[in-house]
Structure formats: structure tokens, C-alpha cells
């Protein structure tokens, strides 16, 4: 079996490379369920405390593989349409229960890839390299940060083939950089470069090409370094933020912090503060 998903382990650092040059690096059925059972692998492993997803130059993931869109255009085609719904609600109901049982049995997955990096317990840094297009960016978009290089775009390029952006950076972009910026690449699926990304806060930093992944290695290496499962519980705190309101967030932060409170982390950070020495952290 072809390897699409090559990875490293470096000083708790999980480096996962996309990497089918051919089609510079886009999601196709194998890519995507390789990349599932790496995530596994990474949040399984309690060795395993910090992720870094980029891809094999020139580019980071150009999206999904356009080459299976035209098949499945043929095989609707050959199927006998239903007759046509009463409403669109009935419709999007119908439809919705449709996709649902696909995924069950593992069917259009690659949508869903980017909930999976957004569900990862454990901090996640995107270094994008090059073009990230479609579910590409979603991906990007997913890890909790990005670091581009110079030479890096990103596209919400499902407008070019008349779909629409399924994989969830409907929800993600606008929190990032508002609604006319997320509108604006969506409805043109024009690229936007990296200086650009930078000043609309869709990525935190930009650096020389040459210069990404170590610039990515060193921020993921001290992180590992770091308290991970605290880290863990931040995330978990900023993304039920999104939905909650003040007085929730607070009850949740509570729990959150009885849970740090009981861990090997706050313990060796509490003794290295009293001996005046840098505390070595377990991630547990």
C-alpha cells in the first residue's frame, strides 16, 4: 500500500507529513483514512504530547481529489433520482440522514477530518507550507496554530466546482476573521497569500520557507516540554467558550481547574517555584 502519511517522532513532537507529490498532497480515499489512524495513534500515546501536520512541498493539501468528483457525478447520474420532496426542509432532513449513515460505515470521511484534529485533546500546530485549498485549509484551520511560510496560500476553493465549503470552515473562519473576509473567500475561492493570512488572523506567524519547520519543530518542542493535560483542559475550556455564555464558561473553568489542581504537572510546577528551579513536566 502506497504510504500518503509520513511521520516522526522528535522530543514528544508527533511531525505527520502529508505526502503524495502527484496530486500535491489532496485528500484522496487512502490519504484520508491513513491520516485517521495516525491521529489515533498520536492521541493514544500518552508519549506522543504535541502535533505537527504540514506537507511535502510545494504544497500542504491542494484539497480533495477533484478526480473522484467526476465519478461520483456519473454514478448519481446512473441511479434512479427519488421523487423530488414536498420542502426543502424534508430534503435537507433526508439528505442529512444520509450522509449520517455514509459516515457510519465510513463513507465521505475526509469532511469530517477536520473535527478530528479539532477534537484532539492535546495541542496541535499547522505548518503550511504551500497551498492549502479546500479541505486543506480546513485542516490548517483545525489545529489550534498556524505558522506559515512565506510561500503559503490558503483557498476556500469549493466555489470553483460549484460546491460549497462542507468541511466545517463555515463555522471556523468567521470566528477567526469575520464575516466579510470569511464571505469574501468563500463566494471567489481567490487565494489568499500568507502576509495577507497573517494580517487578517487566520495564522499567528509567518517565516522563510527554509526556516518553517524548524521554526514550527521549536514552538511544538517547547509545548511538549510544557503541562500538556492542562493544556488539554484550555482547550477544552476556549472551545466550549464559543457556545457558552460567562457564567457557564466560569462553572466549567471551576471543574477545570480541581482537575489541574490533581495533577503529577501541578505538583512538580508548585516544588520547582518553591526550589527555584525549572520544573520538569509529565504532561499528566
Known sequence: MTQFVRTEVRNGVFLVTLSDPRTRN????????????????????PDLRVLVLTGEDPAFCSGANVRGFQQAIEQRQQETAPP???SPWELMERRYSLRARRRETG????????????????????????????????????????IASERAEFAEAFIRVGLIPADGSCWQLPRLIGLSNTLL????????????????????????????????????????RGPTFSMGLIKYLVHQGLTTDFRTHLE???????LARETEDHKEGVRAF???????????
Open 84 to 86: 423530488p420532496p414536498p
Open 26 to 45: 489532496a485528500m484522496g480515499p487512502e490519504m484520508t483514512q491513513q491520516l485517521y489512524d495516525t491521529l489515533d495513534t498520536f492521541e493514544a500515546n
Open 274 to 284: 518553591l526550589e527555584k528551579r525549572r520544573p520538569v513536566f509529565k504532561g499528566r
Open 107 to 146: 463513507g465521505e470521511s475526509a469532511r469530517f477530518l477536520p473535527l478530528r484534529i479539532w477534537d484532539l485533546p492535546k495541542p496541535s500546530i499547522a505548518a503550511v507550507n504551500g497551498f492549502a485549498y479546500g479541505v486543506g485549509a480546513g485542516l490548517a484551520l483545525s489545529c489550534d496554530i498556524r
Open 252 to 258: 466549567w473553568a471551576g471543574v477545570a481547574q480541581d
Open 185 to 224: 473567500m468563500q463566494y471567489t475561492g481567490d487565494p489568499v497569500k500568507a502576509e495577507e493570512a497573517l494580517r487578517w488572523g487566520l495564522v499567528s506567524k509567518v517565516v522563510p520557507h527554509e526556516r518553517l519547520l524548524e521554526e514550527a519543530m521549536a514552538l511544538a518542542e517547547r509545548l511538549a
